[in-house]
């Protein structure tokens, strides 16, 4: 439960996402339940779960005990509700759920909101599971997609996705070949089992691939046979959204084209089994990583191959492949990365801790332990980080995706944990008390120092300790002068004392600019040019100036910004007008079409949303959901202030790389 004590704890405990204030009190100021909490209840139980605070005000990250007079009257009203099946579909509150604690002689209700298991799923209100389920998205709550509910409907119902039966298909549906590689693998793995004698069909039959329903007679080849096994025809029929795609490249920038890849290109069957053969060779191939010996014999594999084909086997067998996104398998200098369609049915930081397991499609997993890869039920997480962690690599980034379709990442850093630059660095800034701080508070500082900043998100994807310990770890490495400070609430970040990003208000302190080109109505993305301007007409510091095509310098930032198109010239505004000509005049453009636009207009300097706003003829919010998110996320483009994402004073520019 969470544990409060006085305002300085809602204060710190106000930068989870899974927490929500809310005043309940009524017309009469004794205290009501809310409606709009059952909409939190809502998303929070779809969700990861969370807690909501009654009887306080919020107002700009103020927090004002206001309290909650008759609790008596809050906390039935909490329990007919939640009992009521016209209004919420499940319950999941206990007594235990709910905590009154008591702050400057006022009291306030603090109720635990479990997130529901998948067999619960979707938890809705009203007695509507198409219009009135929502889910958690940063600290608000949305409704759930159509899509989205259905997706969340059928894995309520099926336990393993891959073990539905298919009507119309049969054996003649198999790739022959990937089967018998396959009984290679499995006499290698187990030469001695007696499956080894049967014939090609009752292998199959025994290893999952054809099952009988024993009531209702039905038999037939499996969801999982087929993907396993089967040939692309079959594929495409059965999963219409199938796609394996395995790329490499040679360098780190992410739009370089690959050098190597593998997809289903009519050369090789394109099921699951031979993508996952083909795609492992390729991705130990030249793995230069410590070796390790036994018995002063080295071996032929390390813990590192361990970890790369358990990951690789997690997110095959993890895939929801009724989703839009594909399986995507990236190999680069610096890192392993893997997508599959799908969030998680275990929560990430459950899955790193191990011992927990709902495995989306069990008949695949089971055949993969069948021929020595992948690990058991609620193992394969753990045995991944443990052996980067054995390599001395930095923690590996598991986390999940929601926009623009739902998707499970993990990315393997190949770099270093701590370089000696980091530690050179932590030894002159702190010396012997670095070494002090518990294992949670080092690697909260190394990973600072290593990626310039760090957030409350960024930790708890590389810790198994719960968010709330993460939580309140922060103002402690503040107290004693580990990290400094930056922004309110979910925007705070931290850096190491000396080493602070720059943040919008320090770059645009004495900015000198019009007003016209940076007021937009489109709310939360834009700004008013007040806050960026001085109403007289001073001249800006040395420091801050405009180039001779009027984009605004600052020694802060590597690049010029345009953040106002009435101070450009009219040569470069008529060049970017023209270059974003098609955006304006056509209303729809494929999504490559405006990447591509995109990375041309970022090129050389900092974009605001405002600016691309106007010359794209899109509103600010399509523009930052729909292209520059997920651009960012391909590491295409790169944030003016990384660590103030949410900045409505944000600025965007394309990558570069050093010759």
């Not at 635990?112 to 889910?135: C, D, F, G, S």
């Not at 720059?502 to 302190?509: K, N």
Request: proline fraction near 4%; include cysteine; charge should be negative.
């Amino acid at each position: 439960m969470l544990s409060v004590s006085d305002l300085v704890d809602l204060q710190t405990l106000s930068e989870s996402v899974e927490l929500e204030f809310k005043l309940a009190q009524g017309a009469e100021g004794k205290g009501k339940l809310p409606e709009d909490f059952w909409r939190t209840y809502s998303a929070m139980a779809n969700t990861r779960g969370g807690y909501v605070v009654l009887g306080v005000r919020e107002k700009k990250g103020i927090f004002i005990i206001e309290g909650i007079s008759d609790i008596a009257i809050v906390t039935k009203q909490l329990f007919d509700t939640v009992n009521n099946k016209k209004k919420v579909n499940v319950n999941l509150l206990t007594e235990h759920s709910v905590q009154i604690i008591n702050l400057d002689n006022k009291s306030i209700i603090v109720i635990e909101i479990p997130a529901a298991r998948r067999e619960q799923k979707p938890v809705y209100l009203n007695n509507q599971p198409m219009t009135e389920t929502y889910i958690r998205r940063h600290e608000g709550d949305c409704h759930c997609s159509e899509e989205q509910i259905k997706r969340m409907l059928a894995e309520q119902v099926e336990d393993s996705r891959d073990d539905r039966i298919l009507v119309g298909f049969n054996f003649s549906d198999i790739d022959q070949d990937s089967l018998r590689a396959y009984r290679n693998l499995f006499a290698i793995a187990k030469p001695q089992h007696p499956w080894l004698e049967l014939e090609l069909i009752d292998l199959f039959w025994n290893i999952g691939g054809w099952r009988k329903n024993r009531q209702s007679g039905e038999e037939g080849v499996t969801l999982a046979g087929i993907l396993m096994f089967g040939s692309w025809n079959a594929i495409q029929e059965a999963v219409p959204n199938y796609f394996v795609d395995y790329r490499e490249r040679d360098d780190v920038q992410p739009d370089s084209r690959w050098i190597d890849r593998i997809y289903p290109d009519g050369s090789w069957s394109g099921n699951i089994f031979d993508f996952f053969r083909r795609t492992y060779r390729k991705l130990i191939t030249d793995l230069k990583v410590p070796f390790e010996l036994q018995d002063g014999i080295r071996l032929d594999e390390t813990k590192v191959h361990e970890a790369i084909r358990e990951a690789l086997v997690n997110t095959l067998v993890h895939a929801d492949y009724t989703g839009r996104s594909s399986i995507l398998v990236v190999r680069r200098p610096d890192l392993f990365g893997f997508r599959n369609p799908g969030l998680m049915r275990i929560p990430p930081d459950i899955a790193v801790k191990g011992g927990e397991s709902d495995c989306r499609n069990r008949r695949m997993h089971q055949m993969f332990l069948m021929i020595g890869a992948g690990e058991r039920a609620g193992s394969g997480v753990p045995k991944i980080m443990s052996g980067w962690k054995w390599a001395n690599l930095r923690t590996p980034k598991l986390y999940e995706k929601t926009e623009p379709s739902e998707q499970t990442l993990l990315e393997l850093s190949m770099i270093s944990l701590v370089s000696q630059e980091v530690t050179e660095r932590l030894n002159v800034l702190f010396g012997q008390r670095f070494y002090q701080l518990d294992e949670l508070e080092r690697m909260i500082v190394i990973t600072t120092a290593t990626e310039g900043w760090v957030n409350h998100e960024r930790v708890c994807q590389l810790t198994t300790r719960h968010s709330r310990d993460v939580t309140l770890a922060f103002p402690k490495l503040v107290d004693k002068g580990f990290l400094i400070a930056s922004g309110e609430k979910r925007d705070k970040s931290y850096s190491l004392p000396g080493m602070a990003l720059p943040s919008p208000e320090e770059v645009f302190a004495n900015a000198l600019s019009s007003s016209s080109g940076l007021t937009h109505s489109v709310q939360d993305l834009t700004h008013s040019a007040n806050n960026l301007t001085h109403s007289d007409p001073v001249l800006a510091d040395s420091h801050h100036r405009r180039d001779e095509h009027g984009r605004f310098i600052s020694h802060l930032l590597d690049k010029p910004f345009i953040d106002d198109l009435d101070e450009l010239s009219i040569e470069f505004r008529e060049m970017l007008e023209a270059l974003t000509a098609p955006a304006r005049k056509q209303r729809r453009l494929d999504t490559e079409v405006m990447e591509q636009l995109l990375v041309r207009l970022c090129d050389g300097h900092y974009l605001s949303v405002a600016v691309m706003e106007i010359l794209l003829g899109r509103k600010a919010q399509s523009i930052r959901q729909n292209y520059l998110k997920p651009m960012v996320d391909s590491k295409q483009l790169k944030l003016a202030f990384p660590n103030k994402p949410n900045s409505p004073r944000q600025g965007y520019t394309l990558i570069s790389f050093p010759d």
